[in-house]
């Protein structure tokens, strides 16, 4: 016993050379349904433009193939996410969650601005980028600052930040974790960690 | 992983434990299938729960959470007992011949060194005897010796028979006989065996020797470096490797280089007391000769001219920390009031735990939190979570929105190593900017202000290389070449880590993607996959070279010069991962010299980076034992069949404790139940309770309890019901299930109930639930203890009581 071999690349040739009846009967599909499904994937990204990106979630690294069309006032659309066929990883397929990864990459639940809560605050406040970043900046002198150690007990030289810790990374593509790690060591961070541990 | 993905497709036998893989990673899953279906593999899932995984395996077993050592080294015994181990891989490719010098002991759940009042190990007794000429470790090829690691490990399992297995594990005798069968055969050379784990195995205080119990077998066995062998590691989050190897991580440099330690002065200092040592004449310890070169290139990277031969290529810019910093110890020293600000980008701590109650008090305790990130978390929530008085909340609090994966380009590295490229598909939504852009900014102001008004050490800071464009906006690509490194005196990419120097004239931001970005361009975008498999995947391994790029040097499979024979030919010929041609090695990208004629006398032993040069079955590495042994979770209803007088690990690390906090440890008096947490298809940590289509699937929190248990308590599917630890509780809906059931472990009977973690008071369900989410952290209940290697916390093992609201 064997899986069907026949992948959505095959699947589709064969579909389109006018022979599917029995390779797609094989599988179990109703061909007409699977044909107007395939037309009508084929409308919706008709002069799209075709993309590849990587799933965002588990680490299988399922790869996508992303459509995106340009809209006549000049925002993009995102079309479709599919799994790449050509990927020896995935074949093409996708999970629940990478299925749904439109749902995540465009949403009416994104943070829009830059926010701000004071001390004792009990609501949020729209800032500015300027704003954010000159306050955190002008924490992360005035932390590291106090919490810098030079020398220890022992006069050994240790140049570290005992009182900033960075978190995360998961999400990030591999180029900005190597570029935080870089900036927060260079900061004197020790405290520096991200999921592997949890 | 050791290996990859599709290559489990070429294992003989799959032994799953600690995952899921049909449920949590369940396109990886179907190359469990193609080695079931295809080649008739069997798949045996050792599990606390029956899930889609075990529907397809050909063995379930119901084993107790946290007891896999016990499971690992019953195996071992089974093999050493019944000399079914891979006898000419054993005797040349591991330890198994070095002599372990006198002294080392171990005795009633005890090795020699210990200290209880330190709760620590002395390991100097854990060594080699050696040659005081040399330096090197005596050898007895016969393994006869009774101080050989063969013979000390055949007495250390000895121990784990199937009865002591069973009365541990809850496995029944035969059931666990029944898999010995199997394991066992795996040991001929034309047989082959992986074994695949996730945070199942690593979430417990003996997380670091669970996963070594397995390596240790599959030393034993000859399946390390092989195709269809290994030690497999499914990791959960998209890019969780790479920001691993680029070492967002307390205890590193990239490359796994060690974080340098107070007292070192000198380069030469430093690689002193980190690189490997070598052990055996034969030994390359390609690592530890090479230490030097990969440190001072990345040093070269980072501070440029300011890292300069005569002041130790800025060795003293680096950071040496004073002790463990890893995730637990942030919150530990934020309690402390040690802790002023904390920086967090798609990670939320208050979800994430353990212990999410005490984690949130510390985040209140900081004087200011940054959170960046694309949607809300509960991180960026917490000062307004249910039951919180906000106006009683000193911390100031930040939150940045960051793009979306797809919003930018770069690369995810998979769980096998793959490091694949992904285009940017959408400009950023609203005012979203990209983390690294954040970060690239908010240094420059910081920089600004050391500029203008001095501060502690600014050197790093003003020296640190900046060569992109645009400072402020620095590409993915210009880091991604960065991290590749150059050869400064040609201005030529790099492309093998082996030409890196340590005189100053190489740059790498991380040696172990040297050579993934070659002056011809970058070799991740590469896409020759399954549309030609005849031309991508010429050895028809499954390696397809051409499809991204592989970390270190493409290579596919590691250690696979471990995957022939001593002539270097095949184990299996059917399934190669390198072999000898006569001239050269072909196959898979050598782990080795690709010239080195196996025949020489002076040929070097098949694993190049440690010091042994061969696999360890014995291991000074590890700070809690040279060998894995079983320890009880630090909460457990049973004490330690095989020691109770030291029933859990003695060096587990006890933070409260330590803290001088209370101590907030159940006992199965006031918490009888065995609980483990977990992960369900739908979702993925938290971010996914704001996608409605995985929401609409898995709507609500709910905890899965056993029919027999449900029964005693009167609770139906449904119910609402309290789960509730020593440190919290959380209140949600009950499904009861015969996935889970009753078992038999020392003697007495014991439940294990099931918790999914996916559910807090940020997201589209908690926004449709009248309590917003108040009690549905999962974390809430999870103790603040850390495995004695790692400080990974013990998610996967606690107890808990429940009750009927």
Known sequence: MSLPTVTRRDFLKVGAAGASALAAAGLGFDVALAESTKVKQQLRIAGAKELHSVCPYCAVGCSLVAYTRQKSDGSVQLLQIEGDPDSPVNEGRLCPKGATAMQLAVSPRRVESPQYRAPGATGWKSVSWDFVLDKIAQNVKSSRDATFVTTDGNGNTVNRTEGIAFAGGAAFSSEEGYFATKLMRSLGLVHLEQQARV | MTNHWRDIKNADLILINGANPAEAHPVGFQWFMRAKLDRGAKIIHADPRFTRTSAVADMYLRIRTGSDVAYFGGLINHVLQNNLFHDEYVRNYTNASFLVKDGYAFTDGLFSGYSASARSYNIASWSYDTDPATTFANRDMTLQNPRSVFQLMKAHYARYTPEMVSSITGIPVADFNKVADMVGQMGKPDKVMTIVYAVGLTHHTTGGQLIRSGAVLQLLLGNMGRPGGGMNAERGHANIQGNTDHAISWEILPGYLKIPAPGQKTIADYVAQSAPKKSDKNSWNFFGTNYSKFMVSTLKAWYGDAAKKDNEFAFNFVPKPAGNASWMTIYDQALKGKMEGLMLSGMTAASIGPDSNQVRQALAKLKWLVIMDALPTTSSEFWHAPGVDASQVQTEVFMLPATHWIEKEGSFVNSGRWSQWKDQVLPPQGQARHDHWILADLFQRVKTLYKTQGGKFPDPIMSLTFDYKDPLKPDLDEIAKEINGKDLSTGKQMTTFANLKDDGTTTTGDWIYTGSYLDTGNLMKRRQGIQDPHTNDPTGMGFYPNWSWSWPLNRRVMYNRASADLNGKAWDAARPGITWNGSKWVGDVPDYPATMDPHDPNAYLPFIMNGEGVGRLFSNGMVDGPFPEHYEPVESPVQNPLHPTNSASPVAFL???????????????????????????????????????????????????????????????????????????????????????????????????????????????????????RYWLANALTPFVGDANARTPEFKAFLVNLEKI
């Open chain 2, 655 to 773: 933070y409260d404790k330590a803290a001088g906090r209370p101590d907030r440890f159940g006992t199965a008096k006031d918490f009888p139940y065995i609980a483990t947490s977990y992960r369900l298809t739908e979702h993925e940590h938290y971010v996914t309770q704001h996608v409605p289509h995985l929401v609409q699937l898995q709507p609500k929190p709910f905890v899965e309890i056993p029919q027999e248990l449900a029964s005693e308590k009167g609770i139906k599917s449904g119910d609402q019901v309290r789960v509730s630890s020593k440190r919290g509780k959380v209140e949600v809906l009950a499904l009861v299930t015969k996935r889970l059931g009753p078992m038999t472990v020392a003697g007495q009977k014991v439940y294990q109930i099931g918790i999914p973690i996916h559910w807090g008071y940020v997201g589209l369900s908690a926004d449709s639930d009248p309590s917003h989410g």
